[in-house]
């Protein structure tokens, strides 16, 4: 599978309290950690043991550095990542509370530069999956095109509407995986089942996550009807990063043959085991320790 | 001039409102400048036309990098400074919201990498004032040591006592210039009058800022008595390096033999007008501003 869209770097800052309004807080303990859509699906499905490739656009600055050698020890090919003067990783700060209350800070801007570079057709047509997110939107387009007409399927983990050519990227998504949140504002609907219709294409497969309340589909057969199933029982630690997980195990899921309802079940699996630990990727399974829960959880 | 102590990045990020806790702000813009009470202090002496090095610690990275062209670019001498591979600049990241209502975070830690690495003697011996502060206490202790002994006036901005080694610097500072906030703090006493007696000692001259109230100041000789002047009357837009700014112009004024009330008035007036202007170092003036200024506002 391939990714292109955003990778990230956080930058998670310990605080003894958060601050108010003109307040100054000394920071205690910092980490720093890769984060991102793109580049956290991809982790979560190299950890499954699915080869990954990121595709997206860095910079020539210490932070992209970060990044690529973070992605290069999961073992997530970055040959094809460009590297620009100009751009970077997006940003975001998080800090935390010893309560575990967070202030997050995203700034994406660095991945927003060059955000039309896409990776050469050549390279999209070496891949059994394409993930887009919604942050390089133009890059999405043209690479999910090139999929398209080669008849790979695309991964959208789309969370924001604004950009201008969204709906040039939503047209294009064959696995929309997104919260149902999201759904409910693009559609306008509030019950699942009514989002899930209202998403419905030709073709396309539309995944509901909610968290603890589950998942729903809905498969791309004209004559397919909502599914649900619950989420895993979990101790919820730290949710950073469970949703880009998600995306990250259902396309390896698609990547390695497995049926819907198997992807969904996978996916959710991811999800739930990710949000047991601390940190994003940090978080994220191995295939092991996913099948193990798997199989302690049947059903 | 030579300052040992701390250089920082402070990374402002614009935001469209401050965030409540588990809350999520996507900045809107962010821009990188230099801080740190000693790289701040000699930015505002170098902008008043006298010679300033920085003979700190920084690292290898971007940051250090950044700092160290800052300062170059101010015709702060860097040539003294040290580099080593653990070592970093402070950070500070403040952010902003429209009503210029603000959070800093800050995490000197990559500034106590190596906190006792001081310049050699001979580095020390080749200034003519040395500035000290509170961040990199055991290498101010040791370079204002060998000022000391050679007869090197030595300018300590200090805001904070909880390093153990804290008492050793103060007892080597022959021109304390502090908040009245912090002089409080290290006598107990309420009034400035009892708190630059209660800081006084042989050879000491203490100064007390106090923002919109002017500041207070007290000469070495056994028989002086204290004296105030009041804040030169500007709109404070910013505040952010004002009291760096003071110490700076307070150790520029040393370094070319003006008298005590001279320098009080020149640091307050570089003071003051740093306050006019958005930034840490962005609004430290120059020479001709600060005379102009001085010359519209006799006494």
Same sequence: chains 1, 2.
Avoid at 30 to 43: D, I, N, Q, Y
Avoid at 99 to 122: F, K
Avoid at 150 to 157: E, S, T, Y
Wanted: net charge neutral.
């Amino acid at each position: 599978m391939l990714g292109i869209g955003i990778a990230a770097v956080d930058d998670i800052l310990r605080v003894p309290h958060l601050p108010e309004a003109d307040g100054k807080v000394r920071v205690t303990g910092s980490e720093r950690a890769c984060g991102g859509l793109a580049a956290t699906a991809l982790v979560a499905a190299a950890r499954l043991g699915v080869r990954a490739g990121y595709a997206g656009v860095l910079g020539t600055d210490d932070l992209s550095d970060f990044v690529l050698r973070t992605l290069a020890s999961e073992g997530v090919d970055v040959a094809h990542a460009a590297r620009l003067p100009q751009a970077g990783p997006g940003r975001s700060i998080i800090v935390v509370d010893p309560d575990g209350r967070r202030i997050v800070y995203s700034d994406p801007s660095g991945a927003l530069v060059a955000a039309e570079l896409a990776p050469t057709p050549d390279v999209v047509r070496s891949t059994r999956v394409l993930m887009v997110d919604h942050v390089r939107v133009p890059a999405c387009v043209r690479a999910a095109r090139v999929a398209r007409a080669a008849g790979i399927p695309v991964v959208g983990d789309l969370e924001r509407a604004e950009h201008p050519r969204f709906p040039d990227l939503l047209a294009l998504v064959d696995h929309l995986v997104i919260p149902v949140a999201f759904g409910a504002r693009l559609t306008g609907a509030r019950d699942p089942d009514a989002i899930l219709r209202g998403l419905r294409a030709p073709g396309r497969t539309v995944v509901l996550t909610a968290g603890a309340e589950g998942a729903w589909w809905l498969g791309p057969d004209a004559t397919a009807v909502p599914a649900h199933r619950p989420a895993f029982p979990v101790t919820v630690v730290d949710t950073t990063g469970c949703g880009d997980a998600f995306h990250g195990a259902y396309a390896a899921g698609l990547a390695t043959g497995l049926d819907l309802p198997a992807r969904v079940r996978l996916a959710s699996a991811v999800g739930a085991l990710t949000a047991t630990r601390s940190g994003g990727q940090a978080g994220l399974p191995d295939r092991p320790t996913v099948e193990a829960f798997m199989d302690a959880h049947p059903g």
